[in-house]
């Protein structure tokens, strides 16, 4: 059973570039969320995807968008790139759950994006 | 917003010594989760506690989950090079939310 996979593993842009990282969630998860980890900080959550809509939202610019597919697979498109959002991006797949249970999320390795 | 505060931000112990790293809410948590991230590696779910004054154990890890549920604490007993990595907890952005509030982490090293 494949855990969380993500690609490419490592990512070098320049300023103002946009991109498109990918995430496929563990086998019989439906919600994948995305997170921002800096150097040295705890994940940031980006926001979630389930039933192929953007359900939750943290703090951060429409630069940064995603999508889900029926096959449950998510992108993580972020628009003209700043050198602050060199960071790991993190997909993480979960079960959504019922109202008042929170499930365990599955992370997967992250892509390492560079901004030059 | 919500706030998830970890102290203390790095621990060195020697090998075999114990560790605790502490967390705290600025609001009151429905559930805590607990994470470890080896270096270079992403976060692995360890834990999730869910009632007020819950303790749980993991062979020598110990977890608790303060009685206001505003606060977590997971202890190791005699640590092992194994247990080198960031420590983090996180809570829901609110009661049934599917979003985790991380906090800064604690990063363990170990001297063997």
């Known amino acids: 059973d494949a855990g969380v996979t993500q690609s490419p593993t490592h990512l070098i842009k320049t300023r103002g570039q946009q991109v498109t990282l990918r995430c496929s969630p563990k086998?019989?998860?439906?919600?994948v969320s995305w997170y921002q980890q800096a150097l040295g900080q705890g994940p940031q959550f980006i926001f979630q995807?389930?039933?192929?809509?953007?359900?939750q939202r943290g703090n951060f610019p429409d630069r940064f968008s995603g999508h889900q597919f029926p096959n449950y697979s998510s992108e993580l498109n972020v628009n003209a790139l700043l050198l602050g959002d060199s960071a790991l991006y993190l997909c993480?797949?979960?079960?959504?759950?019922?109202?008042?249970?929170?499930?365990?999320?599955?992370f997967g390795p992250g892509t390492r994006l560079t901004v030059l | 917003g919500q706030q998830v505060m970890q102290i203390p931000q790095y621990q060195h112990v020697q090998e075999g010594e114990d560790f605790t790293t502490y967390c705290n809410s600025s609001?009151?948590?429905?559930?805590i989760q607990w994470y470890k991230q080896r270096p270079g590696g992403h976060p692995v779910f360890l834990i999730q506690?869910?009632?007020?004054?819950e303790v749980k154990k993991q062979k020598r890890l110990t977890f608790q989950f303060g009685e206001a549920k505003k606060n977590s604490s997971l202890h190791i007993t005699a640590t092992q090079t194994t247990d080198v990595g960031t420590y983090f907890c996180?809570?829901?952005?609110?009661?049934?939310?599917?979003?985790?509030?991380f906090g800064q982490g604690t990063r363990l090293t170990i001297n063997p």
């Open positions: 993480a797949s979960s079960l959504k759950g019922l109202a008042g249970v929170y499930n365990e999320q599955f």
């Open positions: 086998s019989g998860h439906d919600t």
């Open positions: 995807y389930y039933e192929e809509e953007e359900r």
């Open positions: 609001t009151t948590l429905s559930n």
């Open positions: 506690l869910v009632k007020s004054g």
């Open positions: 996180a809570g829901p952005r609110s009661s049934g939310a599917q979003k985790l509030v």
